[in-house]
């Protein structure tokens, strides 16, 4: 149907309803007259007369009692569909996809996703576990947390997390076992639990920082891993030193599960940031998740 037919016919409608020309235009924001030129040419169209005019009333037709009858659920159905798309745009619904290493989906995004999520049933987030630093824009992804020094310029960053601080830490067993290292350089001569990052393209260099003093280390051992999770399993298991993020390990340390080595070489790193294109669009859901994650002090 052409689109000046459902313009015309709505016109219709609302006069119909209202039983007055005059009334129905201050609903529609259109003068008397215009809609009274609407009515007729909708009427030449169809070669029917909708309405009866007289110079109190307004009326339809038998033609006109049809159409409304027929047409007008229908007409209010859109009218009340269109009003609830507007409640969508009030309240946040929809998917939301971000891409995340493990440490920071279970650190972070989880503790504070589980409260946004119970207050927004209508909101959705499909998490994607990713160590290779993947281009959000080309795959797709609504946003990507990363460490605030490895976000790229062109794309909004959010902290959401404090500084993190790596720690290096081994089990009772594995320590009674070999001296215990006092220099980074003497974990060369220890089995250490590496990380395999894609990026990288081989095994992720251990970082230390003493006194602005800077150095990295190549270490060596039985198990590689492309995750953190498996890397602390591993050092609770007694097989190697693993290099870790601390907050991971506060729980371990305190209890004596796992010991402290070269704490005073361990490096600080910028927060993790949620980053997003700055061309992107934020709909109310995606307003709610950035708010909800966005570290306070």
């Known amino acids: ?3 000046e037919n459902i313009n015309d016919i709505a016109a219709f409608l609302e006069v119909a309803r209202e039983r007055s020309f005059t009334r129905a235009a201050a609903k529609l924001g259109v003068s008397p007259s215009a809609i009274s030129h609407t009515i007729r040419n909708l009427e030449d169209r169809l070669g029917l007369r909708l309405l009866t005019r007289t110079t109190r009333s307004v009326s339809p037709t038998e033609a006109g009692e049809r159409l409304l009858r027929t047409l007008g ?22 998917t939301i996809r971000i891409t995340a290493v493990d440490y920071v989906i279970d650190q972070i995004l989880r503790p504070k996703l589980r409260d946004l999520l119970k207050r927004y049933p209508d909101i959705k987030v499909e998490i994607s576990i990713d160590y290779g630093l993947t281009d959000i824009v080309a795959q797709r992804f609504d ?21 993190m601080r790596m720690a290096v830490v081994g089990s009772p067993e594995y320590l009674a076992a070999h001296p215990r290292p006092l220099v980074p350089q003497d974990l060369t001569a ?3 639990i590496n990380l395999r990052l894609p990026t990288h393209g081989g095994l992720y260099a251990w970082e ?11 270490v060596d051992g039985q198990l590689v891993f492309n995750s953190t999770n498996p890397m602390l399993n591993a050092a609770l298991d007694g097989l190697g ?14 209890s004596g599960e796992l010991i402290a080595v070269l704490e005073d070489w361990w490096p600080t790193f910028p ?27």
């Open 143 to 163: 946003a990507g947390v990363r460490l605030g020094e490895q976000v790229a310029k062109d794309m909004i960053a959010v902290r959401i997390s404090p500084d």
């Open 73 to 94: 659920p229908h007409f209010e159905g859109i009218e009340a569909e269109m009003a609830a798309m507007g409640d969508l745009r009030d309240r946040p619904a929809g």
């Open 1 to 3: 149907m052409p689109i």
């Open 190 to 192: 220890h089995s250490c």
């Open 241 to 254: 030193l693993a290099y870790v993020p601390e907050s991971l390990v506060s729980k371990p340390l305190a």
């Open 271 to 297: 927060g993790y940031h949620l980053y997003y294109p700055s061309r992107r669009h934020a709909s109310p859901a995606f307003t709610a998740l950035v708010d909800a994650l966005r570290y306070r002090t």
């Open 208 to 218: 230390f920082e003493r006194d602005r003093y800077e150095m990295n280390v190549r």
